[in-house]
Every structure is written in structure tokens, then in C-alpha cells.
């Protein structure tokens, strides 16, 4: 019996998705703890793609249980097209399989039209780069003590009076301080009606769920979203997500407690991107960062945006190592790197002179981040092909041992493709 928790380490699109589907197969209950819609994780399955925004990746191990938790802010919407799309490719998912917390705070049509509205009124170097999905007006509401749960759309009256607060609320300020239009209490109550019918065969004390297994014996999978420098906390801010994407946030964000975990691996790809805007100390904009792009497929899974590729950055990765107290590392597009030589690890940056191996509070001095590298020898072989870390031309396993001796956590999965067979696997973390 293992609790295992899966975190990005860097600015998101590590490839969770892919080495949480690995892992599935030894796991009882896949949970998804934080994030909502704006995250994207990508599969490929016997040559078949799917992308999943909030159902857990697991999902497609039809054994599996998988649950959303109360850190997840639900939009319906997008639920209801994900079920309807699996199904509609022979995979449907039964209440049976999918479980979402009553505690779940749901994304509304007015958290979308004020994320818009908010983000289009920001001078071009103030946007944050939201996904327009909402997220960050559904995490406002919810400390702020006026958001929506599942629990609450499951009462019709509690509801309709949540609602119209909220939308007397949101109306005044799309209206006064944005300019936009107005919303219709009455339609958004009718849709939402449709959302609870749909949701309620769903709906359950994900904590209990996960206490009961854990006194069963069964195998547990946290699985987090974007990345440790999105963290609301501890990232880049204000250029962050509005949820902790850590390791401690799968605990509040599951209802488990911090002594039922037993080991937290870290998802780093073999280079560095980030989407939207925000510093990014290592970002190339040279024919290297083309290679990385190209060959690396770098689109996000959500938006479709390029994704921004730099060089490592093991300032952001040794950071995730002790904030997530990290037991394994799983690098991941190492195949992508084929073709480059020489190749380079930022081990600390230059800010107006000073050395920093950490990083900065201050957002300005993130933003005047110069990265010191470490070269090392490129390769050029198809790696793609490998089936153990000795297969690897030399260059590439001198990179890898580069990267565990940087974030000193030994390294447990390295992925030299997208597919499932593309693993090596050297320590599995429940066992």
C-alpha cells in the first residue's frame, strides 16, 4: 500500500499526464487535487491521443477509480464535453468510475466573463496570461466565502439564493468598473439545473473515499497540475495559477492527512518552458529555442498557445526539490534534446552582480535574472528506441546524472518518447 503524489517542478506541461498514466497501472484511486480547466494533460495510447482538463488521467484504465477533489474548481460545461467525448470514442465513464467532491466549488458564467473582462482592461506588460477559464474569479470567490459548491447546486434553494447574490455581485462589476454586458440570473439557473441532474450521481466525500481505501490497502495517486513556479504561494507572482500546485496541496486539496503520504515524485522535462507571460530567466529566442519548440510539440494542450522553451533551469528545479521535498525525479522529452550539441544547465543567475541559487521574492529581480550555465557534450542519436538508461549514448546518460546530481534526488522514470513503451522505469514509487 503507497500514497504517491505526482507535481510538476517547473512552469507546467512537465508531462504529467503521461507518466500519471504509467503509474496508474499500479494504482487503486487516481485523485486530482487543484487547478481546473486551465490545465491540460496529454496521452498517447496505442497511437491514440487524448487530452484531459479535468477528468484525472487515469481515467482510461477502466479498473481504476478516479476522483476529482475539493481543490478543484468544476466547470460543468467542460465536464459534461469530456464524459461526452470519451464516451463517443467507446470509453464511457460511469458514476462507478468518477467521483467529485460535494466541497467542489464550481466555475460560473460570470467567473469566465469577469476573467475576460479583468484581463482585457491590463496594460500589455501588467496581462497575466490567463486562460479565460475562469479559475482565478472561482479561487476569489471561494476565499472571499462566496463561491458555489456541488453540494450547494444539489439544493435548489440553497442555490438559487447563492446565485443571486453572486450574480447582483458580478453584474455591478462587469457593468460599472469593466463596461462589459450584463448576465441573466435565470438563464445561467436554468443551465445549472441541467448541471445538477447531470452531477449528482457523481457526487461524494472524496476524503472518506480515500480514508476508506487507505484502511483497504489500496494504492493512492495524487495527481497535481502546472507546475511548482505557478504556485499562488511559492511562484513566480503575480504571474502564477490561483491554487498550490506543491505537494502540500494535494493534501488540503484530497482531505488526507500529510503523514498518509509516502512518496512525492517530480516531473522535469528535459529543458524549460512556460506559457503566457511572466519572467523566464533560461528562455532562448535563438534557433535553438526553434528546435526545442518544433521537435518538442510545445502548443499547450489548453490553449493551443506556443509554448516559451529555454535551456534547464536548475535554480526553478533544485526550488520544487525543497518545497515539494521531493523523492524521485522523473525527466521526461529527453528526446527531444537529440540533435543539440553543445547542451546547457543554468546552475544559478547573475542579478545586478549578485549570484542567486534560489528564487527571487522580489518580481523585478526575477525579471533581471541572467542565467550562469554549466556546458556539457550534446548528442545526436536517435534515442527514442532506448529501453534502459545504458542504451543512451554516453552525452545523453552524462545529462541525465548532470540533472540528479544538481537536484540530489535520484532519478526514478525517464521518458524518451510520448508513447507508454517509451519508459524507463528504475525505481517505482509503489513499491
Excluded at 6 to 25: H, N, R, S
Excluded at 198 to 217: F, H, M, Q, T, V
Excluded at 234 to 262: E, M
Excluded at 375 to 402: F, N, T
Aim: aromatic share 6%; with cysteine; hydrophobic share 35%.
Amino acid at each position: 500500500m503507497a500514497s504517491v503524489i505526482v507535481v510538476g517542478t517547473q512552469w507546467g506541461d512537465e508531462g504529467k499526464g503521461k507518466i500519471v498514466d504509467l503509474l496508474t497501472q499500479y494504482a487503486d484511486l487516481v485523485v486530482r487535487f487543484q487547478g481546473g480547466n486551465n490545465a491540460g494533460h496529454t496521452l498517447v495510447v496505442d497511437g491514440e491521443k487524448y487530452v484531459f482538463h479535468l477528468i484525472p488521467s487515469g481515467i482510461l484504465y477502466e479498473d481504476k477509480l478516479c476522483l476529482i477533489g475539493n481543490g478543484v474548481v468544476l466547470d460543468p460545461a467542460i465536464l459534461m464535453e469530456e464524459l461526452d467525448h470519451l464516451s463517443s470514442r467507446g470509453k464511457p465513464v460511469s458514476p462507478e468510475r468518477l467521483k467529485i467532491s460535494l466541497n467542489t466549488h464550481l466555475i460560473m458564467p460570470y467567473h469566465k466573463a469577469l476573467d475576460h473582462a479583468s484581463e482585457a482592461v491590463k496594460s500589455e506588460g501588467k496581462k497575466i496570461g490567463t486562460t479565460g477559464r475562469g479559475i482565478g474569479p472561482c479561487y476569489r470567490d471561494k476565499v472571499g466565502r462566496s463561491g458555489i459548491k456541488v453540494a450547494d447546486l444539489l439544493d435548489n434553494e440553497l442555490f438559487r439564493d447563492k446565485l443571486r447574490e453572486n450574480v447582483k455581485e458580478k453584474n455591478f462589476l462587469l457593468t460599472d468598473l469593466f463596461g462589459a454586458s450584463p448576465l441573466d440570473e435565470d438563464e445561467i439557473y436554468a443551465q445549472y439545473q441541467d448541471y445538477a441532474e447531470a452531477l449528482e450521481p457523481y457526487a461524494d466525500n472524496i476524503s472518506g473515499l480515500i480514508d476508506n481505501a487507505r484502511k483497504d490497502g489500496k494504492n493512492i495517486l495524487f495527481e497535481g497540475a502546472q507546475g511548482t513556479q505557478l504556485d499562488i504561494d511559492h511562484g513566480t507572482y503575480p504571474f502564477v495559477t490561483s491554487s498550490n500546485t506543491v505537494a502540500g496541496g494535494a493534501c488540503c486539496g484530497a482531505g488526507v492527512g500529510p503523514s498518509k503520504i509516502d512518496y512525492v515524485i517530480g516531473i522535469c522535462k528535459a529543458y524549460t518552458t512556460r506559457v503566457g507571460s511572466g519572467p523566464f530567466p533560461t528562455e532562448l529566442f535563438d534557433d535553438t529555442g526553434n528546435h526545442l519548440q518544433q521537435k518538442g510539440g510545445e502548443f499547450g494542450a489548453t490553449t493551443g498557445r506556443k509554448r516559451r522553451c529555454g535551456w534547464l533551469d536548475g535554480v526553478v528545479l533544485k526550488d520544487a526539490v525543497r518545497i515539494n521535498g521531493l523523492d524521485g525525479l522523473a525527466i521526461t522529452k529527453l528526446d527531444v534534446m537529440s540533435g543539440l550539441d553543445p547542451v546547457k544547465i543554468c546552475t544559478k543567475y547573475d542579478v545586478h552582480g549578485s549570484g542567486y541559487k534560489t528564487m527571487p521574492a522580489n518580481i523585478r529581480l526575477v525579471e533581471a535574472a541572467r542565467p550562469v550555465y554549466h556546458e556539457v557534450p550534446g548528442w545526436r542519436e536517435d534515442i527514442a528506441g532506448c529501453k534502459a538508461v545504458e542504451e543512451l549514448p554516453k552525452a545523453a546518460q552524462d545529462y541525465v546524472r548532470a540533472i540528479e546530481d544538481m537536484a540530489q534526488v535520484p532519478l526514478a522514470i525517464l521518458s524518451v518518447g510520448p508513447g507508454r513503451e517509451q519508459t524507463i522505469m528504475l525505481k517505482n514509487p509503489f513499491e
